[in-house]
């Protein structure tokens, strides 16, 4: 669900909606929304599993970094 708190990753710029991953983010996002990055994040930010799933075959969306970077650790890849 969406939230208010300061550990937000990511808000959906069209409702101004903060989330506390990455993937919880563009699982409410509609076709055409940006998505914004609140804060550099680790693969522990982006979900389980540490991978995006973009679950709407016909969606598209912006993901706006904002300044911010993904990162990973040794071992640890980034899927998008």
Do not use: C, H, P, W
């Amino acid at each position: 669900g969406g939230s208010g708190s300061s550990n937000a990753v990511a808000q959906i710029e069209r409702t101004g909606t903060s989330y506390d991953t990455l993937q919880a983010a563009i699982d409410n996002a509609q076709t055409g929304d940006t998505i914004a990055l609140q804060k550099s994040i680790s693969a522990n930010e982006i979900g389980s599993n540490k991978q995006l799933q973009f679950n709407k075959a016909s969606m598209s969306l912006t993901l706006d970094l904002n300044n911010n970077v993904m990162t990973a650790e040794a071992g640890e890849a980034i899927s998008i």
